[in-house]
């Protein structure tokens, strides 16, 4: 008996495992999970189409919605600064194409915040099936199971998740914030440093371990003159100015 009930603890270990990592979301380190749908651009297969630039598959939950309309019009306007960092995005509801593509056409009509009409280059995709919603985890059932929430996955030129936010429907997102977020993981990827709270481009970055030796400093007597601590866990590397 002991050894059957033992077998059936395992056996039921083993399925709630498999289910659990069936319906998990990719997580940072991941590879991005690969699609192909329909959008307001034509087919688009996610990421590879976007080549080696740094992605941005960005949710929302519903079309016409005046938040949705905000933060859509807010990246518009921002297109050409972004598209300076390599970064491109697709956005992508419940909605269908049809409906993407009405939105779409009034959108580029308004004049937000008097900075004219902006054009809408990057696609909108159709996810009436939500199966892409469900593999990112933008369906969040306690506030909705067929309208997703406000998320922003962040993936790097190699197709690997670098950052994940999720935000309430209430809640529009700082667009700001998610470029600040791109320019520094694009800065720590370039020089093997940290970027401390709240890092803004040309700020000093954080050094991960102790930043040299006595015989380095031996060797090189300026070194003492790039770094600088803060007690004695905390290292800065000056940045040129």
Avoid at 32 to 52: I, Y
Avoid at 121 to 146: E, N
Avoid at 216 to 222: E, M, Q, S, V
Wanted: net charge neutral; with cysteine.
């Amino acid at each position: 008996m002991k050894t059957n009930a033992l077998f059936l603890l395992l056996f039921f270990y083993v399925i709630s495992v498999a289910y659990a990592q069936s319906n998990q979301i990719p997580l940072i380190g991941a590879k991005a999970p690969v699609f192909t749908a329909q959008t307001t651009n034509g087919e688009l297969t996610f990421p590879s189409d976007f080549g080696e630039s740094w992605k941005i598959l960005f949710s929302h939950p519903k079309d016409f919605t005046p938040v949705c309309s905000s933060e859509l019009l807010e990246l518009a306007y921002m297109q050409k600064e972004l598209d300076l960092l390599n970064v491109k995005f697709a956005i992508i509801s419940t909605d269908d194409l049809s409906q993407h593509n009405m939105w779409k056409a009034h959108l580029e009509e308004l004049d937000y915040k008097g900075r004219g009409k902006q054009t809408i280059q990057f696609p909108i995709i159709d996810d009436s099936s939500k199966k892409v919603s469900i593999t990112y985890g933008m369906l969040h059932a306690p506030t909705s199971t067929s309208r997703d929430i406000r998320g922003v996955y962040i993936i790097d030129p190699q197709n690997t998740v670098r950052s994940i936010n999720f935000y309430p429907i209430e809640i529009g997102r700082n667009i700001t914030e998610i470029e600040r977020t791109i320019l520094a993981l694009q800065a720590a990827d370039k020089t093997k440093l940290l970027t401390p709270a709240n890092w803004t481009t040309g700020d000093d970055m954080m050094v991960p371990h102790f930043p040299y030796t006595q015989k380095d400093l031996a060797n090189n007597p300026d070194l003492k003159n790039e770094y600088y601590n803060v007690g004695d866990r905390m290292w800065f590397k000056k940045v040129s100015k």
